[in-house]
C-alpha cells in the first residue's frame, strides 16, 4: 500500500491520476489533495478518496469546502495557501507527491517533496525549467526519486538504457510534438488566432495554459530543457520530430542504429500508470492500440519559422545562467495576458524574445530564494512588455 498526495488533483492531470488511482484501492490510499479555486470539484474527489488533509488556494476557499464537506468536513483537515502545499507534499506518511499544479506555482511544494525524498511523479515541467540545477540538487540530497509524467519524457524514461554506465550509447532523444492546432496555418492565421482555437488541441485534452504552449510550440520547448535535466543529454542531443497522430510518444537512439520507441493512445492515464505502479505495471483504464486503425505514422521537421518559441527555448537551454527561469516567468505571463484577450497570440513570442533579451546578463539561481527572485523579476519585465504590446 502507498500513501500520496495528489497536488493538483482537480486538474487534467489531477483528474486522470485520481481515475487510475481509484481502480486500485489495494495499491493507493490518498494522504492529501489540492485545488486552488474549484472548490466543487475538490468536494467530490474528497467525498470519494476520504483524504485526511486538502488544500486550496485561500481562506475564503476553504470555508466554501467545509461548508460543501459538511459532516464530512471532521474527518479532513482543510488547509490553505502556498506553506500547506509544501507541508502536505512533505508530511511523513507520503511515498509519493504527483505533481501537478500548474506553472511556477508548482515549484515550492515539489522542492518539499524532493527535501523529504518523496517519490515524486513530475507532471510541473515548470518547476524543471525554471530551477533545474537546484530542483535535481534538492532531490539528490533528499534522496528523492523522479519519475517523469509528461508523455514525450516518460516514453523516453521507458526507452532509455537501465544500467546507469550504459549512457554512452545513447546518440540522441528524439521528442515528438502533434504540432498544435495551428500546425498548417499561416502567420497572418496564428496573429488573428483567438483563446478559443488557441487551446483547442486536436489530440490532447488538457488545461488552458499548457495548451496554448503547445500551440506556440513553446511546449516542446521546456519538454527540451526539461529532457536535458532529467536524462543529463545536451542540447544538441535532443532533436524534436513533428508526428501530427501523437501514438508515437518518443524515442531514443542508440549509437549502433536502433531507435526505441513508446506507442500508445494519446490518453495521459497511461504515463500516469507506468509512473504510480512502477517497476510494476497496471491497468490504467486506456484501451489497446489499434495499429491498422491509426493506419499510418507521419513525421516532419518543425517549422521553426512559423513556431520562434520553439528556438527561443533552445537558445535559453544553450545560454544557460538564468535564462530558461526567465523564459519560463516571460511565458507564463504573456500565455495568460492572450488567454484574457490583452494581446495577440504571435505577441507571446515577442514577449518572451524581448525579455529573453532584456535579462540576458542576470547569473544562474543558485537556491530556491534567488529563483523566485528572477520569476519575478522576469514576470515584472513581461508585463511591461504585454502592456507594450496590448490592443
Ligand atoms: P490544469 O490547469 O488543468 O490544472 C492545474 C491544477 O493546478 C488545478 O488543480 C488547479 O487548481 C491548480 N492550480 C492552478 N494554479 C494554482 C496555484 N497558483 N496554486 C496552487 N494550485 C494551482 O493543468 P494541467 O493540464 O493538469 O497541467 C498541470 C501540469 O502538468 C502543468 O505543469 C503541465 O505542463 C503538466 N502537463 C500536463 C499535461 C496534460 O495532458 N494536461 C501533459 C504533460 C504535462
Ligand atoms: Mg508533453
Keep these: 500500500m502507498r500513501t500520496i498526495t495528489v497536488l493538483g488533483s482537480t486538474g487534467s492531470i489531477g483528474v486522470s491520476t485520481l481515475d487510475v488511482v481509484g481502480r486500485h484501492p489495494d495499491r493507493f490510499s490518498v494522504h492529501a489533495l489540492s485545488a486552488h479555486r474549484s472548490v466543487e470539484r475538490l468536494a467530490e474527489q474528497s467525498l470519494r478518496f476520504r483524504p485526511r488533509q486538502v488544500v486550496l488556494g485561500d481562506a475564503g476557499a476553504a470555508a466554501a469546502l467545509r461548508q460543501r464537506l459538511g459532516a464530512a468536513a471532521a474527518a479532513i483537515e482543510i488547509l490553505w495557501g502556498p506553506e500547506a502545499l509544501c507541508q502536505v507534499a512533505s508530511a511523513p506518511p507520503v511515498d509519493v507527491v504527483m505533481a501537478a499544479i500548474v506553472g511556477a506555482a508548482g515549484l515550492p511544494s515539489a522542492i518539499a517533496a524532493a527535501q523529504t525524498g518523496k517519490t515524486i511523479l513530475l507532471a510541473n515541467k515548470e518547476s524543471l525549467v525554471m530551477a533545474g540545477p537546484v530542483f535535481l540538487e534538492a532531490v539528490s540530497r533528499g534522496q528523492a526519486r523522479v519519475l517523469p509524467i509528461d508523455s514525450e519524457h516518460n516514453a523516453v524514461y521507458q526507452c532509455f ?12 532523444i528524439l521528442l515528438t510534438a502533434s504540432g498544435g492546432p495551428f500546425r498548417r496555418s499561416s502567420i497572418a492565421e496564428m496573429a488573428a488566432a483567438r483563446p478559443e482555437q488557441a487551446v483547442a488541441h486536436p489530440k ?37 520530430v ?102 495577440r497570440f504571435t505577441a507571446i513570442a515577442e514577449v518572451n524574445e524581448h525579455v529573453l533579451v532584456q535579462l540576458a546578463a542576470t547569473p544562474a539561481p543558485s537556491d530556491l530564494a534567488a529563483v523566485i527572485e528572477i520569476d519575478a523579476a522576469a514576470r515584472r519585465a513581461a508585463t511591461a512588455a504585454v502592456q507594450d504590446r496590448s490592443r
Design 161 to 172: 538504457p537501465t544500467r546507469s554506465d550504459d549512457r554512452g550509447g545513447v546518440r540522441r
Design 204 to 240: 490532447w485534452s488538457m488545461g488552458r495554459k499548457i495548451s496554448v504552449d503547445s500551440a506556440t510550440m513553446m511546449n516542446k520547448g521546456l519538454e527540451i530543457i526539461e529532457a536535458h535535466y532529467l536524462f543529463g543529454v545536451p542540447s544538441a542531443a535532443i532533436d524534436v
Design 242 to 343: 513533428v508526428h501530427p497522430q501523437s501514438v508515437v510518444h518518443s524515442m531514443v537512439e542508440y549509437v549502433d542504429g536502433s531507435v526505441l520507441a513508446q506507442l500508445g493512445h494519446p490518453d495521459m492515464r497511461t504515463p500516469i500508470a507506468h509512473a504510480l505502479g512502477f517497476p510494476d505495471r497496471i491497468q490504467s483504464g486506456v484501451g489497446p492500440l489499434d495499429l491498422t486503425q491509426v493506419g499510418s505514422l507521419d513525421f516532419e521537421p518543425p517549422d521553426p519559422v512559423r513556431f520562434p518559441c520553439l528556438r527561443l527555448a533552445r537558445e535559453a537551454l544553450e545560454s544557460g545562467g538564468a535564462a530558461p527561469c526567465v523564459l519560463n516567468a516571460a511565458n507564463e505571463i504573456a500565455v495568460q495576458a492572450f488567454l484574457d484577450g490583452q494581446i
